[in-house]
Every structure is written in C-alpha cells, then in structure tokens.
C-alpha cells in the first residue's frame, strides 16, 4: 500500500505527539515514553492503523508500537487518535529493517504482522516479512515467552511461512486455513482493513503463531 504524494504527511507526522521522530534514542527505554513497565507490543507494516488502533483501546495495561514504512499512509492512522490520543499507542515511520536499532533485546513481548507484502517473485523472497532474514531480526528483540502473529489472504506467502518459520528455528504454535470459521483462533480477532477488504471479497484468511519455543512445531 502506497499513498504517494499526500501533501504535508511528513510535516503531520513529524508534528504528531504519537509519532516518535528519533526511535534509536529509545532503544531499551520504550518505557520512560509509555511511563510504565508494561508489555510491548508491535505491529510492523501497520498501514492505517486500525488494527493496532483497536487494540489500544481494548487493553490499555498493554502498550503498542504501530510502524510503518511510509508517512503517506502512516498519516491515516494518525488521524484515527487525533481525536482520541491512547496513551498507550505510538507510531514510528520507519523501515522495519532497523527494528534491532529502535528495539533491545528482549524488549518487544509480541510482534504482529497483518497482510504483509507478498512480495511473489522469487528473487523478492528477503522483503516479505517473514523470511529467514527478518525472523533473525525478530529473534533479538522478542522476550523468550514471545511470539509472532501472522495474518494474510494470500496462500503463496502463508505456505511459504509455515516452511521459512520452522526452517529458521522457530515453531507453528497455531495455524488455520480459514480463521473466520475457526472458532478458538478467531476469538476476540480484530480486523484490519485489508482483512475487511479480502475476507468481503470471499477470501478465506489464514493465521498462524509462532514462537522460540524448542520442541514441537506443528508445521
Ligand atoms: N497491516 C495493514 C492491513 O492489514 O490492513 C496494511 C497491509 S499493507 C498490504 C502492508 C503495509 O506494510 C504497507 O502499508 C507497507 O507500507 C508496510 N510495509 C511493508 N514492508 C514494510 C517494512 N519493511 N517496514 C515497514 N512497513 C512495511
């Protein structure tokens, strides 16, 4: 998803007391901005943020972190708490790349990663999110007990997750095929706007969870 050329979206965010403008300042001291030594959650490649939005409001003893690549859409999600800031809600315009540059380890307790590019050519296989080269980035920044959790409608990059996670070292605690229809995964399911989008087209949405945890993948 890419908003291009939305007029003053990099002064809005740069202006924006949600938006936290250098975050490697804050690598291990997220909790002198939430004030609290609550849980962080993350959610990377937020788009415009209702997902994590919700999830805010839902449960403010949890703290969250949207980031997003681009200010042209990061911009729409801002515009969801203008009116209603969450103090428990920031954002960074960032490349998730850096993430062990903004994050120490440990320090993250889950990562969220809804409708991530799919990024379907072969030679693209590093930029989706959950490949091998971003899950060696996750694993710094995840706390031990953490975990991952992966939505999307499309089929190719979920397949290829449930054979990159468990290659990478890590374990499938959970997957469906169809989460709309599994009753124990889809409890209390927040839905994002692509999820919105797919799922009224028809599409069948697939999630999986993932963690370090040694013995016994599923996949
Ligand atoms: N999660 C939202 C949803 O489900 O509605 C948006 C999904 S959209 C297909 C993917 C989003 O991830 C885009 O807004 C894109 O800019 C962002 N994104 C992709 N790669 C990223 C990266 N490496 N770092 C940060 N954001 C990224």
Redesign the pocket.
């Known amino acids: ?2 908003l291009r050329n939305i007029k003053g979206a990099k002064e809005a965010v740069a202006g924006s007391p949600c938006c936290i403008p250098m975050p490697q300042e804050l690598k291990g001291l997220w909790h002198t901005v939430f004030l609290n030594e609550h849980p962080i959650h993350i ?6 943020g ?2 994590i939005t919700t999830l805010a409001r839902e449960n403010p003893q949890i703290n969250y972190i949207g ?4 200010e042209s ?1 990061l911009i729409r999600a801002l515009a969801k708490t203008t009116e209603q800031p969450l103090d428990n809600l920031k954002f960074i315009c ?4 850096e993430i062990c540059d903004v994050f120490a380890p440990n320090e993250v307790n889950r990562i969220y ?5 799919p990024w379907p050519k072969d030679r693209h296989a590093k ?1 989706r ?1 959950t490949s091998g080269a ?1 899950l060696a980035l996750y694993g710094q920044i995840l706390s031990p007990d953490g975990h991952i959790e992966f ?1 999307t409608d499309n089929r190719g990059l979920f397949d290829f997750s449930l054979e990159e996670i468990p290659k990478a070292g890590w374990r499938i605690d959970a997957y469906t095929l169809d989460l709309h229809q599994d009753p124990s995964m889809n409890k209390g399911n927040i839905l ?6 797919f799922s009224a087209m028809g599409n069948p949405i697939f999630k999986l969870t993932a963690s370090r945890a040694k013995t016994g993948s599923l996949v």
């Open positions: 998803m890419r959610e990377i490649g937020m788009g415009k209702q997902f980031i997003e690549r681009y859409v960032m490349d998730a790349r990663l809804n409708f991530s590019d930029r999110l971003f939505k994002t706007e692509y999820e919105e989008k």
